[in-house]
């Protein structure tokens, strides 16, 4: 269900470093975590903040790609 990449994204990748790379893919992470968060909070508004945080811990520990 993916698509490929376009020639212009993959020369842009190809430019950067790998610090930007990581840097990219870290911000990837932290939105996934926060979008992730804010779906539990809208399913489970009863939950309290550490309820929420132990789910995410453990969505995300148990990730597989």
């Known amino acids: 269900m993916e698509e490929p990449l376009h020639p ?3 020369a842009a990748y190809r430019r950067m470093s790998a610090a ?3 840097e990219q893919a870290l ?3 932290w939105s996934a975590r926060k979008l992730k968060v804010d779906a539990l909070r809208r399913e489970h508004p009863e ?3 550490q309820e929420i ?3 995410i811990r453990e969505i995300f520990l ?4």
Request: no cysteine; hydrophobic share 45%; aromatic share 10%.
């Open 8 to 10: 212009a994204q993959i």
């Open 47 to 49: 939950w309290t903040d």
């Open 27 to 29: 911000g990837l992470y």
């Open 20 to 22: 930007q790379k990581i």
């Open 62 to 65: 148990l990730a597989v790609t």
């Open 53 to 55: 945080e132990a789910r």
